[in-house]
């Protein structure tokens, strides 16, 4: 069964081939997921000469999530038990680890640690640092499963595939046999 799901993942995955960061949550053993992000083309260069600010993380789509919003100034977030990664900006060499989550009632992102401030450079880029798949508590039934996609200024397209728990797999088939005997019985 991780065989069919790491596969059903993979098709996804070749999907959104316009999407610069791609993100990969499938379940786990133990009830957790599995996240594993990566760099697919190169992130946009952002022109910020004379703007002084700050990078909170990577984007994400409100889709992807499968939460009752409980309201404005509801925001939900958290820090990792490992990092799911790192992010180097380009012009100044300074990298920042895929530490927390923030989902808040109109965006959310994967946020940096420490946040990255800006301010007397002409241009900054970011680049995803290699994958590696990292656990997290996040239950697969907080997530929506498919393929969302937001599009970030920072990062270009942002795509998120969720693979579904096998037991939806299961179910599935069962649905589905139950329909091909009620066929065979007419």
Not at 7 to 17: C, D, E, H, N, S
Not at 67 to 92: D, H, M, V
């Amino acid at each position: 069964m991780k065989n069919l799901s790491f596969l059903l993942g993979a098709i996804l995955l070749v999907a959104p081939a316009n999407a610069a960061v791609s993100v990969l949550i499938q379940p786990d053993a133990i009830g957790g997921t599995l996240f594993t992000i990566t760099q697919t083309a190169p992130n946009p260069l952002l022109g910020v000469g004379g703007i002084t600010g700050y990078v909170s993380g990577v984007d994400l789509p409100l889709s992807m999530f499968n939460i009752a919003n409980s309201g404005p100034g509801s925001a939900i977030q958290g820090t990792f038990p490992t990092p799911l990664g790192s992010a180097t900006e380009q012009s100044t060499s300074q990298s920042f680890s895929l530490a927390g989550l923030y989902i808040g009632d109109t965006a959310a992102w994967i946020a940096f640690a420490p946040v990255f401030t800006f301010g007397g450079q002409s241009t900054i880029q970011f680049e995803i640092d290699v994958p590696v798949p990292v656990a997290t508590p996040i239950s697969p039934a907080a997530l929506n499963p498919g393929v969302h996609t937001v599009s970030s200024i920072l990062f270009g397209n942002v795509t998120v595939t969720v693979i579904p728990e096998p037991s939806v797999f299961g179910f599935a088939a069962c649905g589905a046999l139950a329909l091909l005997r009620r066929g065979r019985r007419r």
